[in-house]
Each structure stands twice: as C-alpha cells, then as structure tokens.
C-alpha cells in the first residue's frame, strides 16, 4: 500500500511539474502550440493515453510523453530559444542536445535535461521533429534513476514519428 502511494505522488507530482513547466516555457520565448494528434508515435510499452494531459503515461514508471504541435515554426528556431535564460527559470541542467532522424525520414533536434522535483532526479527530453510549417514538441519526463530501462524505448518510440500525422 505504501509503495502503491509512493508511486502515485510520484506520477502527481512528474505530471504536474510537466504541465507546469511547460506552460511557463512556452509563454516566455516559445510560439503557440496546440495538443497533437497522439498517434504520431508509436507509446513505448506500459504507456497508457490519459485526460491529465495529451498524450501518454506510465503509471508504474512515473513517466510522462506529452504531445504537442507548433505551427508556422521550425525545430532549429525552437531548440535556439531555449537558452541559459530558459533553463534556468525552468530549472533544467542540459544533460545533451542531438540530432534526431525518423524512420519516415523526418529529421529535427533532442534536448535532454535533468532536474530536481520533491528530492527526486527527474530526465527531462524535449524532441522536436518537424519541417517549416509545423513541429511536433514531445516533452518526455521519467525519474533518472530508471533511466537504463526506459531510454531504449522511450528513443524507439521517437523514432516512430511521424510529422505527415500533424494537421
């Protein structure tokens, strides 16, 4: 039962900093964005779509894929806005930054972040895919320490990407 709570509060408290976050992000720097059709990824295993926000969450892994659209923007403006200023109203320490390229064949930029919630070290990735017109934003947010197993898919799950899904 303890262990049952635990988990919870940990969900509650990764989901809410997620919507949170983001929401002040964007409002500094970042243009508009819209939810995203959800089915522009393939979730890793364990993800379930929630009303909490739009897209997909792993209950037992207090992990989080929001996803989120922008249009009339481009991916390398986007990742050029997110600067020191950003991170540090934000409290996100950048862990690495790559290039990402989809199975389709999109191409776009992955932020990767940590930061502190509640005494816990959470992974914070910001993967925007896109072309000139529209971006998908995949804001993903886990607990550092399951890292190792979450990564692999997680990543294969971006890999499945696909833009031509966005409105």
Known sequence: MKLKFIVHARVLSCVSFLIISVGFGL???????????????????????????????????????????LDNSNYIRIVEAIDQDYMDRNKLILKSKEDIVTRSGSKGKGLTFSFELNGNTFIRKMVFIGDTKKTLWLNITYPMDLEELLSGPINSSIATANIELLD
């Open 27 to 69: 409002s500094q720097k970042m243009p508009a964005t819209k939810n995203a059709n959800i089915n522009v990824i393939t979730p890793p295993i364990g993800f379930d779509t929630t009303s909490a926000f739009n897209g997909y969450l792993s209950m037992q892994n207090s992990a989080a894929i929001m996803i989120l659209q």
